[in-house]
């Protein structure tokens, strides 16, 4: 039996408090009484904790954008696991490859978030992906499979069973290429294959493996046709409402 989708809206840094607010409380008037699909949202930091209050008890979930590794300390303008954790999150990203290539996020710093995460009961949805050049030059496998490696080193069995990963190639994230479906698929089906040669098959299959990149209403019913795409992390087009909603309608209707 299939899962049912996962659905994340990845805001980045957009929407203010007040336009955060107003946007979940549509949204969870508008998803009230239907659980066909998991659905969660990734608002800024200052806007955690309000609309933590707005989302509570409606299933929606509620993921932070970034988090630091360590618990407290000397890292101005960081904000820690535990502080994520007060404001109702369930979720955390980790990873991303704005983190990483704009920030320079090594996957070292990025397996320490991760530990960081879980040590609170935040469960990480790591983004991993391959670059334009990388992909041409024949390396996508190779680059997914050192990320795994990398950022889920020490990471145990039972602790994976918390995860979901987001397969999301640089090269299709905010640029409106989206991979094709079944190129995408293809990817998803080798990291499953990673999953399990580390983690066993059942734990492998039991992962949710999302796509990102430039997943909007047109193309979202067709990316999750595919076996192995588990649901979709939306950036651009989780930003407007309906947009947004007519995602979590396409994965309604398998
Ligand atoms: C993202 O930021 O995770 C993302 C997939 O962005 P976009 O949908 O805009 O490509």
């Excluded at 929606?60 to 904000?79: C, D, F, K, P, R």
């Excluded at 067709?222 to 651009?236: N, R, T």
């Amino acid at each position: 039996m299939r899962k049912k989708p996962l659905i994340i809206g990845n805001w980045k840094m957009n929407l203010t408090l007040k336009e955060g607010v107003a946007f979940a409380q549509s949204l969870r008037d508008s998803l009230s009484g239907k659980n066909e699909v998991l659905c969660g949202i990734c608002p800024s930091f200052v806007s955690l904790r309000d609309i933590g209050k707005v989302l509570e008890g409606s299933g929606i979930y509620m993921a932070a954008q970034n988090v630091h590794s360590s618990e407290n300390g000397a890292y101005t303008g960081e904000v820690s696991a535990p502080m994520v954790k007060e404001t109702g999150c369930t979720h955390v990203l980790i990873g991303h490859s704005e983190r990483r290539n704009i920030f320079g996020e090594t996957d070292a710093f990025i397996n320490a978030k991760i530990k960081a995460a879980l040590s609170v009961g935040l469960k990480p949805i790591l983004c991993i992906g391959e670059k334009l050049n990388e992909r041409e030059d024949g390396r996508t496998e190779y680059v997914i499979k050192n990320q795994l490696k990398d950022d889920l080193q020490g990471i145990r069995a039972d602790e994976m069973k918390e995860f979901t990963i987001a397969y999301e190639p640089v090269w299709a994230i905010g640029t409106g290429k989206t991979a094709l479906p079944e190129q995408a698929n293809e990817v998803h089906s080798f990291i499953r294959s990673i999953l399990a040669e580390k983690y066993g098959k059942y734990i492998a299959g039991n992962v949710y493996i999302q796509y990102g990149g430039s997943a909007k209403p047109e193309n979202a019913y067709e990316l999750l046709a595919q076996p192995e795409i588990d649901g979709l992390l939306v950036g651009g087009a989780s930003i407007k409402l309906e947009s947004f909603l007519h995602i979590i309608e396409a994965a309604s209707n398998p």
